[in-house]
């Protein structure tokens, strides 16, 4: 028992500081209690109650349903709801009356055979990603309402108020639930889609510096390795992305974003921001066990330091052009230095194998005939040119880790693109309305 | 019209090629169908439905929500569904006697008091993944019978009679699922899952040997590609991954695995597919451009055939190992190519500098102050040995791709301990039963 309430408690604890970090979430638990209140006077007020046949409990479903954290979620839910209980509705007496002709005898087995295949048609496109995403809850409320309309017809003679009532009740939860998203604290999927992208930009660069850091060795205090990670939640973000990319393009108008908002690029920016996670995962595998020589790795770290913060640079300068969604004109020349960043570390790896007379003095070398790659020790005057065969694999280590840096800068360069496309089509929809 | 019904055609086209790839789709729907001219029976058979006092649209609606796919979703499902109505009910009625002691006058408002303190309180776990997972529907449901018995207990004054026949529809409704979800043509998730993994990592296998192929240069024909991106679905199936394991756990003894077989190890083993997965992406970044010439990319290219193809093999190996859930003696073996073909690719790192002199004959060198590794020209016999610096940048790219290969070598070990884990806890817990 001891154990147990413990379990619990730690449980409490989690959710309190849960929603202490974000109470917006708590604000939504209550605006749903809200509603329920709002909702459940038409049990108390007698003359609401009669007007809808004792029916209200419709109205109470619709909106414990559709009353979702985002603006986007609950539109997207009660436009469903609403077209598909409109149609199945219409359906359903449609299909009442064309049985109810072949008498009462056939009735039954027309409406048994109806519901057979408009269930199993409606639930097929449930499987299709697109139709799922979207339509998922219409395809389930027209299904029901079809059944209740066209089955409880032949029991009920009053199919018309059945369907009527069904109708107003609907309304009145979707408009209830509407109005409490909207006009009480509303999270706009838009918003938190676009906060989302920010901070996997921010994160990446994080990530990015501090792997590097670590490579080099400077700056790896234990407390940076949450950031360090931060690109894990970057990877994972696709479905979260996805589904407030659908929810974001429900939403009407608000805060700087208009209706016609491209939110379908942020689905092509978060693929980028990904791949260019892909690779800072392969770097963090890499950057593992460090068998460079201190001498090699100082040389490089400048180089590679200087790339790694350009491109995180050039991050965190995307974070400002997603937030105004202004092109920046900084963008251009932190563009710039990264791309020179990467033509000198190429140039450093093309010197590589001359290091050996590179920063210390010139000594004179005997001519070998295995000539690999030399690299001076430290202080020493004279090393001995031929067995020093270990310092390439030490090199591999280097050449990989540049050659992963570049490839980032490559990703990231078309996360630039992204946003630049973002930005451009977020302006020019702007002006079109 | 003409373009949107050729739109339409477009759809049904699609929906129809998706039909025949998984026919067990469409058993589902027809599932559905069925399910529901058996709960609508109650409509027609005048004994039950007077028996659940016209209530019959609960049983409907369990049957529509709870039918899903897979009979571990199902059963969770329904088993929240059932839970959650039982406590729901039990509180409800016990919140309306406490409301119903306060006298007429403050009924209502303890009522909605309770409706907007329980409403809330259940709502805000939703926001937790681990709930979210197994309970999201449970407290739904919860909140929605709580409302339903509480508050409309105040003017219908059966209020037993209202809780029982929920009660018992809910029970119909659920045991119909149950019954067409299990009886019928199963889906298991357990098996979805199993082939989903197995699945995964045959493509990995693909991408990565279509990859080093595309780099060697041969077998480079465009009828690939479809395999060379399979490793993309496999970064993608994280959702796919954790709804399966999720309802896998609710699902009894079935087929190969038993009550306790370990779903959560899936998940990790997904996780390593899936680190694999970055890894091979970044391999293809970096593969695009080739700049390494043709003397030594074939040189070379036998050594990383050789261990993208161990690696290859080994995941292929491992989806043996899954599908009999038993270890197999081989994998050791091909574990052990594996590393061979590592340190043979290592000493041919070694051995770069030394190029110069490797395959073909040796030739008298001139003693030169700045040593860039040399390479050869196919068929030359005197090169000059100082200005070819290129070459070193050519290489870079060879580096890389060994050292890409050589880590996917080594988060494919760790696949091959994910999947010993997983096997041994099969087996251990199949003694157990």
């Known amino acids: ?15 309190w500081r849960y929603g202490v970090r974000e109470p917006q ?6 605006k749903v209690g809200m509603a329920l209140c709002l909702v459940s006077l038409f049990y108390y007020l007698r003359p609401l109650y009669e007007g809808v046949g004792g029916n209200a409990m419709w109205a109470v479903l619709t909106v414990i349903v559709a009353l979702e954290y985002t603006v986007g979620a609950t539109i997207c839910k009660c436009l469903n709801r609403a077209v598909a209980t409109l149609m199945a509705g219409g359906l359903g007496i449609g299909v ?14 027309i409406l048994q055979g109806s519901v057979f295949v408009l269930a199993a048609a409606a639930t097929f496109p449930r499987f299709l990603p697109s139709v799922k995403a979207h339509f998922d809850h219409g395809a389930l409320i027209f299904i029901f309402t079809f059944v209740l309309v066209s089955v ?3 029991r009920e003679r009053e199919l018309f108020t059945l369907a009527h009532h069904r109708l107003s009740t609907v309304a009145i939860g979707i408009s209830i639930c509407v109005v ?13 889609l676009h906060n989302l992208v920010q901070d996997n930009m921010e994160k990446l660069a994080d990530s990015l510096d501090g792997y590097v850091a670590e490579y080099i060795g400077y700056d790896a205090n234990e407390a940076s390795n949450n950031t360090l990670v931060g690109y894990r939640s970057v990877i994972d973000s696709m479905a979260a992305e996805e589904s407030l990319v659908n929810c974001a393009r429900w939403e009407p108008a608000h ?18 921001l990904r791949s260019c996670g892909y690779c800072i995962d392969a770097l963090s595998g890499i950057v593992g066990d460090t068998k460079a020589p201190d ?14 913060s350009n491109s995180s640079a050039v991050l965190r300068e ?20 990264m791309c020179n960043a990467v033509e000198e570390i190429q140039t450093a790896l093309k010197a590589l194998p001359n290091q050996k007379n590179g920063s210390n003095e010139t000594k004179p070398q005997e001519s070998s005939d295995a000539c690999p790659i030399v690299i001076p020790f430290d202080g020493k005057g004279e090393t001995d040119v031929c067995p020093v065969v270990i310092p390439f694999v030490a090199i591999v280590q280097l050449v990989t880790l540049s050659s992963l840096l570049i490839e980032i800068a490559a990703r990231t360069e078309k996360i630039v693109k992204s946003v630049n496309r973002l930005a451009e089509k977020a302006t020019s929809s702007e002006l079109k309305v």
């Open 255 to 272: 805060g700087g974003f208009n209706f016609r908002h491209p939110w379908k690029e942020y689905l092509e920016l978060g693929a980028s």
């Open 152 to 154: 409880s017809g032949y």
């Open 96 to 109: 009442h009356w064309v049985a109810s002709q072949f008498g009462e005898m056939y009735e039954p087995l």
């Open 295 to 308: 001498f090699l790795k100082e040389r490089f770290s400048t180089f590679c330091v200087k790339l790694s």
């Open 180 to 192: 409490t998203s909207i006009f009480f604290c509303p999270v706009w999927a838009g918003n938190e």
């Open 25 to 30: 979430k708590i604000i939504h638990c209550f």
């Open 1 to 15: 028992v001891m154990g147990l309430s413990l379990k619990y408690w730690g449980l409490i604890q989690k959710g």
């Open 318 to 337: 995307l974070v400002v052009v997603i937030r105004t969604l202004v092109k920046s004109p900084k963008i251009d020349l932190r563009l710039d230095e």
